[in-house]
């Protein structure tokens, strides 16, 4: 009998995580389906081992978390970019800029998520918008602008950081 009852609790328990993991699973893909990039914003999110426990708000803080990585490159990449167009005084006043600008993203990263843990959506979405993705596409414009040759390492990482901030604002726009 003891037996029959511990079968029975552990078959409750296996059900219960594996009926959370898909609703979690299906929360996740109903978030990243509105963006432009669905399968990098699931990506991101499957990175997390926390996802799959995670409510709307917990999701939209790990997109953060990995925007935030991909502002650690971004700005690792402006600093050793700078440092190879150090002849051309246009091009690393440009870069010194664009680490700037990566400077403020990162700050607006931090605020947003101080934004979304108190539940102020609205404060969230806005520092998204100007703090986080105005200054990589500032930066992006203006290495265009002056026709400064930038790894694809860089486009790409670039690409991807406002993808995610994308994905992100439609997210939290939908809270």
């Not at 870069?95 to 979304?116: I, W, Y």
């Not at 108190?118 to 979405?125: F, I, L, S």
């Amino acid at each position: 009998m003891a037996l029959l009852a511990k079968i029975l609790i552990l078959t409750t328990l296996v059900t219960t995580v594996s009926v959370t993991s898909r609703a979690n699973e299906e929360l996740m893909m109903q978030q990243c389906h509105n963006s432009d990039n669905p399968t990098l914003c699931l990506r991101c999110l499957n990175s997390d081992p926390t996802s799959h426990e995670a409510d709307k708000v917990g999701l939209a803080r790990i997109i953060l978390k990995c925007i935030n990585s991909q502002l650690l490159i971004l700005t690792q990449n402006t600093s050793t970019l700078g440092s190879q167009h150090y002849r051309n005084p246009k091009a690393a006043a440009a870069l010194k800029q664009c680490g700037l600008g990566f400077s403020t993203a990162k700050r607006g990263v931090g605020e947003a998520d101080a934004h979304l843990i108190t539940g102020d959506y609205d404060k969230a979405a806005n520092d998204v918008s100007v703090k986080v993705v105005n200054p990589p596409v500032s930066c992006r414009n203006s290495l265009e602008t002056l026709n400064i040759q930038v790894p694809s390492s860089f486009r790409y990482h670039m690409d991807v950081y406002l993808a995610l901030t994308q994905a992100l604002l439609r997210i939290v726009d939908r809270f």
